[in-house]
């Protein structure tokens, strides 16, 4: 530009060229805490808003949705997370930290709820992906700035489930008698867990969460990523297209029949509940026509309600009917049909109750029992409550636990625990463990596969899970 060029400027001129203009940023309290803390102990920490639950991540002194003070509230966020954006930058300067090319990636570590910018290495510019698993790597050196994380890599592909049971010595049940003494004692830990899916229920919707499942075309997607995930059975509440439980023969059986198709390995448990308001025989006639591998079969008549936990104050309640006579005929019907019948005992009454009906002898062995917690109507998960339960039932029986809402992932991990097996899925829990929504039961799926592995337990697979269970072959 010259003066010529521009009409006004004529007193002004043009110096062509760069200027340097060193500076000096000041982090602050949170943030020097933050650098520090990375440089000396190797930890990455967040702050999170005790008002919203939002973990900040780089942390900050003031939640932006609340305007909390949240400077002094730190957690540890890990140091694994996930791409959740990026980009390859492609010139070079000296202020940058790398040599083009190189990729700078947003970071939303496992435990903060707002990603951050790093570098990321370790790969080739075309295998970066969003929601690539990430794991931070440390300067060996200090630098007493962010580069103290030197950058990110992505994280070491673990072996799937069913790359590990393909590589272990399959579980054989050995033939020593029963004792019941063995029950109190302890738990055989190397027999595999069989972990379960519950899919939708008779009442969880998609205004509850987005990932339930209406059509047979959904239950069957959902069912196999929950098999992948580490799931031998899936149990079943069959939808209407606009969500409404049904004891449609034909309905049942098309989701029946798409599971199948899908992954015809996978045990398929159907309901015998159905939802509110079905006859006895709409309950069991649909389970009669379609014969699945197993079928959930309720013990005792209960309130079943929903319920506000926090005031008290009651939305929808109903009387769940099941009377002796119902627990006896739709036992042997299934029994006669080749249907293996899951006990679903919401309480000790209705362990009781099976216990007397069972003295006529046609439940085949092993009994397959559901400790079910945290219905409005049944009994809230208690630790006493679970190991009594446990110890009423046959010597030879197998035994599995799910929890409503909260109690659920603190049942099921007493269970692994005990030798039992565990049931998750959006039947029973929306949530995942952090209070976040789940992406669909196979999500949940994953966390009891992280138990079992915590606790050394091997995940059965489908055909291990029939030998357990005594399911026929179909």
Known sequence: MTTKQKKGFEDSYVVEGKMALPYTYFAGSVGSKFITTIRDEKKIMGVKCPTCNVVYLPPRQVCDKDFTDIRDNWVDVGTSGMVTNFTVVRYDD??????????????????????????????????????????????????????????????????????????????????????????????????????????????????????????????????????????????????????????????????????????????????????????????????????????????????????????????????????????QEFGKAMEENGVKPEIECYDMGGLDNTLLIAKQGFFSEPMNFNFVWGVAGGQAFRTDAFVAMMNAIPANANFTTCGVGTDQFPCIMQSCLLGGHMRVGLEDNIKMPNGELAKGSYEQVEVAVNIADCLGRPIATTDEARAIMGLRKK
């Open 94 to 327: 000296k202020h940058l930290p790398r040599k083009a090319p190189f990729v700078l990636a947003l970071i939303k570590l496992d435990g903060a709820d707002t990603p951050f910018m790093h570098i990321l290495e370790e790969c080739k510019l075309e295998d970066v992906k969003i929601g690539m698993k990430v794991d931070a790597v440390f300067a060996k050196e200090t630098t007493n700035t962010i580069l103290d994380i030197d950058h990110f890599k992505p994280a070491a592909e673990k072996a799937s489930v069913h790359e590990r049971n393909a590589g272990r010595v399959k579980w054989v049940a050995d033939n020593e008698p029963a004792v019941q003494g063995k029950k109190g004692g302890k738990p055989d830990m190397s027999k595999p867990v069989i972990i379960a899916a519950a899919l939708t229920g008779a009442a969880t919707m998609r205004n509850q969460n987005p990932s339930v499942p209406y059509t047979p075309a959904e239950f069957a997607t959902e069912a196999y990523k929950c098999w992948k995930a580490g799931a031998a059975m899936v149990h079943v509440h069959a939808r209407e297209d606009n969500g409404m439980p049904t004891h449609d023969h034909d309905r049942i059986r098309a989701t029946y029949n798409a599971i199948k198709d899908k992954c015809p390995e996978l045990i398929v448990n159907l309901s015998s509940a159905v939802g509110m308001g079905k006859t006895a025989e709409q309950r069991i006639s649909q389970i009669i026509a379609v014969k699945p591998d197993m079928a959930s079969l309720n013990t005792n008549t209960m309130n079943f309600s929903i319920v506000d936990r926090k005031t008290g104050k009651i939305f929808i309640e109903y009387v769940f009917e099941n009377t002796f006579t119902m627990l």
